[in-house]
């Protein structure tokens, strides 16, 4: 693989830590700040919120100004985030603390694209190894976010997660440092072209392939995300675990995420993007029914290791199959729209987590996502059966 794809593995694994920080205390310090117990999960919707918002400006900016400048200011924004974060735990302010997330969240948008600066500095047939090495940092990151969460940051203590804040703005500045020496543009295949080229975007989006990897990545986003958000809550609150069984399973749940980028970029070359979709769409329903069959410790646990298996397999193979559907004059305005539904769902998947466990509990909360993987599952069968001949044989 070439310099560049481990330099952004690399910072992966650093700038990455804001999402599994966030996710595993967002729900817990929102419990402690907010006003009432529904908006506990609201910091971890909100880092998912700034993501979305942060999205097509971030795509519009790389276009102009290369992805270099655009990936050191994301750096910036998650350093921003975890002082901001701090400050939120030194006034126990819960305002400053969803703002803290939704700056942290514009910092994610930025990580979400390195996966295509990596594809874009191979060549075409190693670009789902690409994509997958750079994930794998998020195997790191999924160790790292968690155990920075907890360094001082007991919730009786007179600031809880001040210093777990301070924390993550360090690992910020340590992925722009690498970021800042290690990543060369001129080593980027794809040059840059004209913005606005290429087909019009209706064109583009009436072929069934971009669907079919829209929705692998998008819906199967939205379930992880939903799944996850809910289940420290559930774990502590709901189940009687204690925080140190919380951590455990989400620190292993985000490294069932990423571990099997090891292998995910070989499997789309060996077996194929539709059955490496249907294996993730297997995992997703294994999840649901061990998470609604019990709350013991390892129900958790074998449920969530599976959910992150199921996202890792959907969302490589979709995150492959994508630029098969547009040419390089199109990326930023797909890749964009692309990120758009993928964070957009997810938004909307972690804000109404908190809601729908409060309301209907952890067995419903689960059994809510089958028709989402139905939904994904049509949409596969209409881009093979409707789909043009060279995109199916491509894949």
Same mark, same amino acid.
């Given at each position: 693989?070439?310099?560049?794809? *481990?330099?952004?593995?690399?910072?992966?694994?650093?700038?990455?830590?804001?999402?599994?920080?966030?996710?595993?205390?967002?729900?817990?310090?929102?419990?402690?700040?907010?006003? @009432?117990?529904?908006?506990?999960?609201?910091?971890?919707?909100?880092v998912v919120l700034g993501?979305?918002? @942060?999205?097509?400006? @971030?795509? *519009?900016?790389?276009?102009?100004? %290369?992805? &270099? +400048?655009?990936? !050191?200011?994301?750096?910036?924004? %998650?350093?921003?985030?975890?002082?901001?974060? #701090? *400050? #939120?735990? *030194?006034?126990?302010?819960?305002?400053?603390?969803?703002?803290a997330a939704v700056v942290g969240?514009?910092?994610?948008?930025?990580?979400?694209?390195?996966?295509? $600066?990596?594809?874009?500095s191979v060549s075409d047939n190693m670009a789902g190894s690409a994509a997958a090495r750079v994930l794998l940092g998020g195997l790191f990151a999924a160790w790292l976010g968690p155990e920075i969460a907890m360094l001082g940051s007991g919730t009786e203590a007179a600031f809880p997660f001040f210093t777990s804040w301070l924390g993550l703005a360090g690992v910020q500045i340590a992925a722009l440092v690498i970021l800042g020496l290690g990543y060369? $543009? &001129?080593?980027? +295949?794809v040059r840059e072209v004209h913005a606005g080229g290429g087909r019009p975007l209706r064109e583009i989006l009436a072929n069934p392939l971009i669907w079919a990897a829209i929705s692998a990545a998008a819906i199967g986003y939205a379930v992880m995300s939903f799944v996850m958000t809910a289940t420290p809550l559930s774990m502590t609150e709901m189940a009687g675990h204690d925080l140190d069984d919380a951590k455990r399973v989400i620190q292993l749940h985000i490294m069932a995420m990423y571990l099997p980028s090891l292998i995910s970029g070989w499997l789309?070359?060996?077996?194929?993007?539709?059955?490496?979709?249907a294996a993730g769409l297997l995992a997703y329903l294994g999840?649901?029914?061990?998470?609604?069959?019990?709350?013991?410790?390892?129900?958790?646990? !074998? #449920? !969530?290791?599976?959910?992150g298996v199921g996202w890792n397999f959907l969302f490589v193979g979709g995150t492959t199959l994508l630029p098969r559907g547009y040419t390089d004059a199109e990326r930023f305005r797909v890749q964009g729209l692309?990120?758009?539904?993928?964070?957009?769902?997810?938004?909307? $998947?972690a804000l109404s987590a908190g809601v729908i466990l409060s309301w209907?509990?952890?067995?419903?909360? =689960?059994?809510?996502? =089958?028709?989402?993987?139905?939904?994904?599952g049509v949409l596969m069968v209409l881009w093979l059966t409707r789909g043009d001949a060279e995109a199916r044989g491509a894949a």
């Open positions: 693989m070439p310099f560049n794809v *481990w330099v952004l593995a690399a910072a992966q694994a650093l700038a990455m830590c804001t999402a599994p920080f966030i996710v595993f205390i967002g729900s817990i310090q929102g419990r402690l700040l907010a006003p @009432a117990p529904e908006y506990a999960t609201l910091p971890v919707g909100l993501t979305v918002l @942060a999205i097509k400006p @971030a795509t *519009w900016l790389m276009e102009r100004l %290369g992805r &270099k +400048r655009v990936m !050191l200011l994301g750096a910036c924004m %998650g350093t921003l985030a975890g002082c901001l974060g #701090a *400050w #939120a735990s *030194w006034l126990g302010y819960f305002p400053l603390l969803c703002l969240g514009t910092g994610l948008a930025v990580v979400h694209q390195y996966r295509f $600066a990596a594809m874009e060369r $543009a &001129k080593a980027e +295949r789309t070359r060996v077996i194929g993007i539709p059955l490496m979709m999840c649901v029914v061990l998470a609604a069959s019990g709350v013991s410790f390892h129900h958790y646990l !074998l #449920a !969530l290791l599976l959910l692309n990120d758009i539904f993928v964070f957009g769902f997810q938004a909307s $998947a209907l509990g952890w067995a419903a909360l =689960v059994t809510i996502v =089958v028709p989402f993987l139905v939904i994904h």
